[in-house]
Nanobody, 125 residues
Framework: QVQLVESGGGSVQAGGSLRLSCAASGRTFSSYDMGWFRQAPGKERGFVAAISWSGGSTYYADSVKGRFAISRDNAKNTVILQMNSLKPEDTAVYYC??????????????????WGQGTQVTVSS
């Protein structure tokens, strides 16, 4: 069992930056690939980024490539999403998720076993 808690959301102007954190409970955190998804009002939850259990591989949605960076610290049970050059279309609730035993990469919601409660990111123009 893994419990995930996101933090770091907020409001920022276009072009600004935010750093989201996901704190995980459980001694097996380092066994999980981790991902970030987001959901805007009236839209389906979509993939943002993923990182492998070791941190050696990362994968991004085309819409955020070059602007967002995912990283993890297995000693601290933490996953980070650094978001730069934010755009109004990045506005959404951002969710952290954990995947075990699925095939890399993991851009699909069904590949994830545990989810956090989400954190709101609002980007104004």
């Amino acid at each position: 069992q893994v419990q995930l808690v996101e933090s770091g959301g907020g409001s920022v102007q276009a072009g600004g930056s935010l750093r989201l954190s996901c704190a995980a409970s459980g001694r097996t955190f380092s066994s999980y690939d981790m991902g970030w998804f987001r959901q805007a009002p009236g839209k389906e939850r979509g993939f943002v980024a993923a990182i492998s259990w070791s941190g050696g591989s990362t994968y991004y949605a085309d819409s955020v490539k070059g602007r967002f960076a995912i990283s993890r610290d297995n000693a601290k049970n933490t996953v980070i999403l650094q978001m730069n050059s934010l755009k109004p279309e990045d506005t959404a609730v951002y969710y952290c998720a954990a995947s075990y035993g699925s095939s890399w990469p993991e851009p699909k919601k069904y590949q994830y076993d545990y989810w956090g409660q989400g954190t709101q990111v609002t980007v104004s123009s």
